[in-house]
């Protein structure tokens, strides 16, 4: 609560409703304080634009980067790793402020792959199947960049996978095929945690090689992912950004009706071609900010009116919204005033924004060999028919160890959000149930503690991250990402967007969503009009004299 709402409550309701708190007025309003809306906050104060408000839903700054501290421990629930070295603004925030080492040490990754009777599979098996997955999702990647086209009828990843291990186990005998198949089957459970999907017959065949992959692997921060907070915020003052502001709506024409085109020096023939004709009158967006005129003489600029959840308005001249694609499948059609465009619309409905959660597990003491990495669960394939109550756990493919006494699960799509729906204790013994069947050991010990994520549920989410789904393409983030102008004679826009789901070839990173801030936040660092340029040719009296002396090859 801002000091004036605090004098307005201690001198009581009648006070308050008879003087509602002011608007505050901003040149931009920045909704969202995660990645892209931090990014986009920075770049504003690098190139001196300081009158910028950050508006947040939460109590927190971060969006999809949190960590909680539970015991003494450091527990990542969002973003996890640095995705590759090369070219990654994020590396290199994290090594300008010391976050990362330089020299990543290599840890050794040792699995064990069970099947649900306990019996664990040859690992030259296993290493066999990673071979040929590798490759099979290789070539689901060329179609993007390649001009021939997959067989008829194979439209997702997953169908494209399916062909393909087919053909490969039909040199085995039965037997070997079906343990084979239980581990293509593991690998197609991860990569629906990696796309951000429920099933990879979700996912476009042609598109999925739009994701653009940074070299240099995965990298974690010493300090954890969420260490990289500190640097983004510390610069900004914390009157500039506001927590616990929900916005409700973002009027992006508001006031438009009393603008005046007397001073526009457009004219009555444009305004004419408006819906309306003269009566939509236009206004002056020259300065990049359109004018309201209360008369002839006295001019004001349009603004964009943004309404909190509380009531609580604000104006700008711009607004940078990095809402989650989640939240604007969910109320793009609402938050808007007016509507977002049709094609904006269809395009958030064609991409794919999953739910991919995570359950921590703690336990007292050990219990796995020191040398063990990470148990492979080989479940057999999910049947759709089943309800989901009776399959939720059979898509958590994998305990991954974090520490000696901490394990991690993933696991995602339907199955993850009904999991959102039971009590920690429900999971907690769902996982010790599974460990102690796929480990064959009956006494591996009940967890002390279970934390698991809720992305599906959180209203400033409402899911994980995007995917180009099945007739979506980078056409379709290209669409989302496309400004709103508050007249098509502006300069500048009065609404930009932000975030992963805006990145063409980086979406669903952390890295994609920083860029686009910054990118967003960049439109508005332009000078609205470039500077003159002005040839002076020495011995020339007129440009007509100087034109003369050019020869045109």
């Not at 947040?56 to 790793?81: D, K």
């Not at 901490?406 to 429900?426: I, R």
Request: with cysteine; glycine share 8%.
């Amino acid at each position: 609560m801002s000091s004036a709402a605090a004098d307005d409550a201690g001198d009581g309701d009648a006070l308050s409703h008879a003087h509602p708190e002011p608007a505050r007025a901003a040149k931009v309003l920045i909704v969202g304080a995660g990645m892209a809306g931090l990014s986009a906050a920075n770049h504003l104060l690098k190139n001196n634009i300081r009158d910028f408000i950050v508006l947040e839903g939460r109590n927190r700054v971060g969006g999809r980067i949190i960590a909680i501290n539970v015991g003494g421990r450091r527990m990542e629930l969002g973003a996890n790793w640095i995705h590759g070295i090369l070219g990654n603004p994020i590396y290199e925030l994290a090594s300008a402020n010391g976050l990362v080492d330089i020299i990543q040490e290599n840890k050794p990754h040792s699995v064990v792959a069970t099947l649900p009777d306990g019996r664990r599979v040859p690992f030259h098996i296993l290493q066999e199947i990673y071979d040929a997955y590798f490759w099979f999702f290789r070539r689901c990647e060329e179609y993007f960049l390649c001009k021939y086209l997959p067989p008829d009828g194979v439209e997702s990843v997953g169908a494209h996978l399916r062909l393909e291990i087919s053909i490969y186990l039909e040199q085995f005998p039965e037997p070997e095929r079906h343990i084979r198949n239980l581990i293509f089957n593991y690998l197609l459970n991860r990569e629906t945690c990696i796309s951000g999907c429920n099933t990879m017959d979700d996912i476009d065949l042609m598109e999925i090689g739009s994701y653009t992959e940074l070299p240099g692997g995965n990298v974690v921060l010493p300090g954890g992912y969420s260490s990289i907070l500190g640097p983004l915020t510390k610069n900004i003052p914390e009157t500039q950004l506001l927590k616990g502001h929900a916005v409700s709506c973002i009027r992006w024409r508001a006031g438009l009706e009393s603008c005046s085109t007397t001073d526009s020096g457009l004219g009555e023939d444009l305004a004419a071609r408006l819906p309306g004709g003269n009566d939509n009158h236009l206004p002056d967006c020259r300065s990049g900010n359109a004018s309201l005129s209360t008369s002839p003489s006295r001019k004001q600029r349009a603004k964009v009116e943004v309404v909190c959840q509380d009531g609580k308005k604000f104006l700008a001249d711009h607004v940078i919204c990095t809402v989650p694609l989640g939240v604007l499948k969910e109320s793009g059609r609402t938050m808007f005033d007016p509507p977002l465009p049709d094609y904006k619309m269809d395009s958030i409905d064609r991409l794919c924004f999953g739910t991919v959660n995570k359950i921590y597990l703690e336990y007292e003491r050990p219990f796995l060999n020191p040398g063990l990495s990470e148990v492979l669960c080989l479940w057999d394939p999910i049947d759709p028919k089943e309800p989901v109550s009776e399959r939720w756990f059979k898509k958590i493919y994998s305990f991954t160890k974090v520490s000696e006494t901490l394990l991690l699960a993933w696991l995602s799509g339907d199955e993850a959000k009904y999991m959102e729906t039971l009590p920690f204790d429900v999971v907690s013994e769902k996982c010790t149930e599974i460990l102690r069947m796929f480990l064959n050991d009956p006494f591996i010990p009940k967890p002390k503690r279970c934390i698991n994520t809720t992305w599906w549920s959180q209203p400033f989410t409402r899911g994980s991250y995007t995917a180009v789904g099945i007739g979506a393409s980078q056409v379709d983030i290209t669409n989302i990402s496309h400004p709103l102008y508050m007249q098509p004679t502006c300069s500048k826009p009065a609404v930009l967007f932000a975030g992963e789901h805006c990145h063409p070839s980086f979406y669903s990173t952390v890295h994609g969503a920083y860029l686009s801030g910054r990118e967003a936040a960049q439109v508005l660092c332009v000078p609205d009009t470039p500077p003159e340029v002005v040839l002076d040719v020495e011995g020339t009296a007129d440009l007509s004299s100087w034109l003369e002396g050019i020869k045109l090859n």
